[in-house]
């Protein structure tokens, strides 16, 4: 029972490249979310997604998008990565949206050089 | 969301119980209280939420005053493992909550040997 899996746990972009996180649930969860936490600021909503083929932003969206790939698969992608965006990245998973029992992902490390 | 006031942090010796305390003097009638931690370098993990009555677990007891302004977290027997830090969360449950996790600071909680 893998949970939240995330991928890839590590990763170093240089300015401007893009990448993209993949996150991928197998417990039946209908929404999904994308974290990013820093240090003294906690976690930090970026994007979430109530059910398969619906996103929407969250509190720190900006330099970011997403897309619902399916109802398993939710996956943040950084267009032309800064420096600022520097940060571990969790995604988590709820059976319906606002469920407060969320179940996360182990994170990346992301570093922006 | 009502606010939640946590000590930075405790230590704990293992084999003992660990109390966390939890301080939510604004709490409404509707919010219940949520305790989530956080191991070094992993996701956030749920542990436990209650309303009124107090909760147990396989993991914790939760023990929240007459008055509700207040809760405690038990771990009742702490291994090294427990080392974490704990939030606690009050918010409204469901859907009708939103969607963001408010994780604030929490409480380092050290555990030894």
């Known amino acids: 029972n893998a949970g939240v899996t995330q991928t890839p746990k590590f990763q170093v972009l240089k300015t401007g490249q893009s990448m993209t996180l993949q996150c991928a649930q197998d417990m039946n969860h209908n929404s999904m979310y994308w974290y990013r936490q820093d240090p003294g600021m906690g976690l930090r909503l970026i994007y979430y997604s109530a059910s398969e083929g619906t996103t929407d932003k969250g509190e720190v969206p900006n330099g970011y998008n997403v897309s619902r790939l399916n109802k398993r698969e939710f996956s943040l992608r950084l267009e032309s990565a800064a420096p600022s965006q520097t940060s571990v990245y969790f995604c988590?998973?709820?059976?319906?949206?606002?469920?407060?029992?969320?179940?996360f992902g182990q994170g990346t490390r992301l570093t922006v050089v | 969301d009502a606010k939640t006031t946590q000590p930075t942090s405790m230590d704990c010796a293992e084999g003992r119980a660990a109390n966390l305390p939890c301080n939510h003097s604004?709490?409404?009638?509707?919010?219940?209280v949520y305790w989530y931690r956080q191991i070094h370098s992993q996701g956030p993990q749920y542990i436990i939420h209650?309303?009124?009555n107090n909760e147990t677990n396989e993991m914790a007891s939760l023990i929240i005053t007459e008055d509700r302004k207040s809760s405690t977290l038990i771990l009742p027997h702490a291994t090294l493992r427990d080392t974490a830090v704990y939030y606690c969360?009050?918010?409204?449950?469901?859907?009708?909550?939103?969607?963001?996790?408010?994780f604030g600071k929490g409480t380092s909680l050290l555990v030894t040997p």
């Open positions: 604004t709490i409404s009638g509707n919010e219940y």
């Open positions: 209650g309303l009124k």
């Open positions: 988590a998973s709820t059976f319906e949206l606002g469920d407060t029992e969320a179940f």
């Open positions: 969360i009050v918010r409204v449950g469901g859907a009708n909550s939103g969607y963001a996790l408010n």
